[in-house]
């Protein structure tokens, strides 16, 4: 490292997000992502990134819609991130999946997909309206039972799963990860130690916003109870499912503004979310805290130069990313 402050080192460090992945970390700016993990066959810390499509539409920078938009987006991401993990850890050949998992295997993660999304939908959307009304509760008091069951629910799902060793793993690197961005926006320089000496604690951190989502849903299923007046189980459970896009578009921004803003009110609705990275997250040891800063300096790397064709050999222009070419398309 330099002895002294480069001037980009002056400027507002470029926000960046993240997650843990089993084996190592995520991280990601607005336009990159670096996947970095432990390989399980040599110890060696292996990484690998690649670019984000820039956002498109008026919905990607709007309030409230940015919100869903950001987290479709990071759904995706991880998935992918994901996958380029599993590769990396267990030193698999990067082949072609269609050619490997074949039209059945295809058909089979789809079904299992929809089978996740109908037991999540079950446990965390219908489950709690049903507890809540057989108890007889109604008004303010079915509201709020109603979020805080499902919020309870979610974060003792996880504290099971605590006490599981893989599981355990886990939530070191997200605490990894944490430090890592903590030390990369105090801007410490990007090493293992320099990220131990910060917290594990994190306020854009996805516990909080489940918490801040538990919290906002109280609101919005409550205003919507109050003015309709509908108390059956089907307008109850098609309102947990409809509102859940506006929820977490409120939701987002109140993070949002709460990080930007540590002294707001609205630290008081990301406290309890703060709270329950206890839950989450796991102090780091060294080896951990060398993934996430690998992950994080694979993400801050600018994006490669695109070598232009040869005149003689250059047809109609090609598009530089794949996201390019299948807008083109």
């Avoid at 919905?59 to 819609?65: G, K």
């Avoid at 990860?177 to 990369?184: D, F, G, L, Q, V």
Wanted: aromatic fraction near 6%; glycine fraction near 10%; include cysteine.
């Amino acid at each position: 490292m330099a002895d002294g402050p480069s001037p980009d080192a002056l400027e507002e460090p470029l926000t960046v997000g993240g997650s843990a992945l089993p084996g190592g970390v995520m991280m990601r700016t607005r336009s990159r992502v670096g996947v970095a993990v432990r390989s399980e066959e040599t110890g060696e810390v292996l990484t690998e990134s690649f670019s984000l499509p820039e956002a498109r539409g008026p919905w990607a920078r709007l309030p409230f819609a940015r919100g869903v938009y950001a987290v479709r987006n990071g759904v995706m991401t991880a998935k992918e991130s994901l996958a380029i993990s599993e590769r990396l850890r267990w030193s698999e050949e990067d082949e072609d999946d269609d050619a490997v998992i074949g039209p059945g295997g295809k058909l089979m993660i789809v079904l299992g997909a929809l089978l996740g999304a109908g037991i999540q939908v079950a446990a965390f959307r219908i489950g709690p309206v049903v507890i809540a009304k057989e108890a007889g509760l109604t008004g303010a008091a079915f509201i709020v039972a109603d979020a805080m069951l499902r919020l309870f629910l979610l974060l003792g799902l996880l504290w099971v799963m605590s006490k599981f060793a893989p599981f355990r793993k886990v939530l070191s690197y997200h605490g990894a990860e944490h430090k890592a961005i903590a030390a990369h926006e105090g801007r410490a320089p990007l090493t293992a130690s320099a990220a131990a000496g910060f917290t594990r604690f994190h306020p854009r951190c996805g516990t909080s916003f489940l918490v801040v989502s538990a919290l906002v849903s109280i609101a919005v299923y409550g205003a919507v109870l109050a003015v309709t007046g509908w108390f059956s189980y089907l307008a109850l459970i098609a309102t947990r499912i409809l509102g859940a896009p506006i929820v977490t578009a409120i939701a987002f921004e109140i993070q949002r503004h709460a990080a930007k803003n540590p002294e707001s009110i609205g630290r008081f609705l990301t406290a309890p979310g703060m709270w329950a990275q206890r839950l989450t997250t796991a102090e780091p040891e060294h080896d951990e805290l060398e993934v996430a800063v690998a992950a994080l300096d694979a993400a801050l790397q600018p994006e490669p130069a695109t070598v232009p064709e040869p005149a003689a050999d250059r047809g109609a222009p090609a598009p530089a990313r794949l996201d390019e070419a299948l807008d083109s398309g």
